[in-house]
């Protein structure tokens, strides 16, 4: 089964510092994915990427940055994290289109 | 709008019975997925659907992307079950989307002895 991988698990940030949440993906999937979930809504896509070294805006890409350096790697960046980031964020990949997203374990980010 | 409607919003189950999770799209969908998030805030795959019925245990699900919705049965409820379970909705590519997923606002399920 594909693994996902997302460091840290949990992370207490000061507000106005940066916060990179790493992802590694090890199946050579094509596409990854950057979500966010808020206690009591579905999760929401922050950021994707389909190929290596490009990235593109989901439905909430304020405020955060991504990057996809290599296949296996994508990363989200909070330049100046808020309080408002609060949030668990959802790593995900998938390999093309008629198969099924696989998530990491979420990372659990708190904004003080 | 919301494009992925999830009811109920919350549910409580005493042990050995079951009941239905629906989630309703509000556009062509060409495949669906269920999770399940634990108690330690994981997302468990369920189900992926691009049509029809899919069973596992327990767990049943079905999607009709003519008629724009999806189901999530179970039965024989466990304490172990209990969580929040989303859906998860792939757009139809003819609409014009990139693959990504929309998910419903997850039902809130309590297993009670």
């Known amino acids: 089964e594909a693994a996902v991988t997302q460091s840290p698990r949990s992370k207490v940030a000061v507000t106005g510092g940066k916060v990179t949440l790493s992802c590694h993906q090890t199946n050579n999937h094509d596409y990854m994915y950057w979500y966010r979930q808020d206690t009591g809504h579905g999760l929401r896509l922050i950021h994707y990427s389909y190929v290596a070294d490009s990235t593109e805006k989901g439905d909430i890409p304020d405020g955060y940055k991504a990057s996809r350096p290599s296949q296996e790697n994508f990363s989200l960046i909070l330049e100046l994290a808020s309080l408002s980031q609060t949030a668990v964020y959802f790593c995900?990949?998938?390999?093309?289109?008629?198969?099924?997203?696989?998530f990491g374990k979420g990372t659990r980010l708190t904004v003080v | 709008g919301d494009q992925v409607e999830q009811s109920p919003s919350a549910l409580s189950l005493h042990e050995g019975t079951g009941s239905a999770l629906r989630c309703n799209f509000t556009t062509t969908m060409r495949a669906v997925q269920w999770f399940r998030k634990n108690s330690r805030g994981s997302l468990i795959n369920l189900f992926y659907?691009?049509?029809g019925t899919k069973e596992n245990g327990r767990l049943k699900s079905a999607f009709d992307s003519k008629e724009r919705y999806s189901t999530l049965h179970i039965r024989d409820a466990q304490l172990e079950d209990s969580g929040t379970y989303f859906c998860?909705?792939?757009?139809?590519?003819?609409?014009?989307?990139?693959?990504?997923?929309?998910f419903g606002a997850g039902t809130r399920l309590a297993v009670c002895p």
């Open positions: 995900a990949s998938k390999d093309r289109e008629d198969t099924e997203v696989f």
């Open positions: 998860a909705a792939e757009e139809d590519m003819l609409s014009g989307s990139f693959n990504k997923l929309t």
């Open positions: 659907l691009a049509s």
